[in-house]
């Protein structure tokens, strides 16, 4: 599937929202590009006019799926479209055989709660151990989750991408011991997907879930889920429909066989109903510019911004969550003291300030736990950073 190949700098002219912001608030909604602005507007005009099939709306669904599959380094039968993260990390959750004492390890102070409710949920329902793991300086403890896996433990799940302070987990030592004893390895990818180079079959992970409104730069209301093939076709989904099932190859969509009974291969059978085709027409639009830009070649250009935005923040006198720049930061740079606040208010006026002032002054971002959340992605630019950190000196 060929794409048109850009450069950083060709792409970021593909998004009108970056020249009228300075728009590092990825990590809640991504800015919307010409390509994929162009493309609903064709899907809009084909139904605004009837000249559309539902042959056409499938087989949109089916290259937003392929696409994403070439983006992950997976297959499409391990990839199931959904509406969001939560709906893919829930169809995980209720699909494993878990049995009343098993255990699941999790670390609940860096996880959106999303990726936090469904495991309580389980608890309550079935008797599973919720293994709470604590924070390490606003890291994932590694060393800790692995040593909590046991002869009972079923699934380890981690982001990442943390949601608040926003480091990057060091997942592959975790995906190592979960395969050795036999552990669903599951990330939220919510934070990750469009910024880091992800290739699930060199990372070990079992299953992901990331929805299509951050670093993909589509819509809300529309999503992914990776599910390993060994796995997957050994799992039984909760919630069925047609497009679950395997049926003949040629049989229509509303084709019923009542006496066989057998689901769709890998991740498939987790599909539900009608897709979000005009989510998948977007976010089909806009992996192929990503995959055109190449994301190793967006991870490198956000990584460089996000470490000359913290040191410059720190050398204006500012607490920037992690400390010296690192293999820890990514496209997030999160500004003040981690926990001191709640999700849209710190508990430092002087956070609530800055921030107020920089909004006033077009910069888009995001208050989280306490912190001034800064992200980035391929729209953004050196005179960005500079801006903002030139606008905290005048602040200052």
Not at 50 to 74: H, S, V, Y
Not at 130 to 152: L, M, N
Not at 303 to 326: F, K, N
Request: net charge negative; charged share 25%; hydrophobic share 40%.
């Amino acid at each position: 599937m060929g794409t048109e190949t850009h450069t950083v700098d060709d792409a970021r002219k593909l998004f009108p929202g970056a020249q009228r912001w300075t728009y590092m608030d990825v990590s809640l909604r991504g800015l919307l590009s010409d390509p994929v602005r162009h493309a609903v507007d064709q899907f809009l005009d084909q139904h605004q006019s009837g000249e559309w099939e539902k042959q056409d709306l499938l087989d949109t669904a089916e290259r937003a799926r392929t696409l994403f599959a070439d983006l992950i380094n997976a297959t499409p039968d391990e990839i199931a479209l959904t509406k969001n993260t939560s709906e893919g990390l829930n169809a995980i959750a209720t699909a494993l055989p878990w049995k009343s004492g098993d255990n699941l390890v999790i670390c609940p102070e860096l996880e959106h709660p999303n990726n936090v409710y469904p495991w309580l949920n389980l608890a309550r329902r079935l008797g599973i151990e919720v293994r709470s793991i604590e924070p390490k300086q606003g890291h994932i403890p590694t060393d800790e989750f692995v040593a909590a896996i046991d002869g009972r433990t079923r699934l380890v799940t981690v982001p990442t991408v943390t949601f608040s302070p926003g480091f990057v987990t060091e997942v592959e030592s975790i995906s190592r011991a979960c395969r050795y004893r036999g552990v669903f390895f599951l990330v939220d990818a919510a934070q990750s997907m469009g910024f880091i180079d992800t290739d699930v079959q060199r990372l070990g992970v079992d299953g992901l879930a990331t929805g299509t409104q951050k670093g993909l730069v589509a819509f809300y209301g529309s999503g992914f889920m990776y599910c390993r093939r060994e796995w997957a076709d050994r799992m039984q989904p909760v919630y069925l429909a047609r497009y679950g099932v395997a049926l003949a190859k040629d049989a229509h969509e509303t084709a019923m066989d009542r006496s066989n009974l057998t689901f769709a291969d890998g991740a498939r059978r987790f599909d539900l109903g009608n897709y979000n085709y005009v989510g998948a027409t977007a976010v089909a639009a806009s992996i192929e510019l990503l995959l055109g830009v190449g994301v190793a070649n967006i991870e490198r250009h956000v990584r460089a911004l996000s470490h000359r935005l913290a040191t410059g923040m720190r050398e204006i006198g500012l607490e920037v969550a992690g400390g010296e720049p690192g293999p820890h930061l990514c496209h997030i740079v999160a500004v003040g003291k981690s926990g001191g606040g709640r999700h849209y208010t710190a508990d430092d006026p002087s956070m609530n300030s800055l921030y107020q002032h920089l909004r006033n002054n077009d910069v888009r971002l995001s208050i989280r736990r306490g912190v001034l959340r800064f992200s980035l992605h391929v729209y953004n630019n050196t005179e960005d950073v500079d801006r903002v950190l030139q606008l905290t000196k005048g602040w200052k």
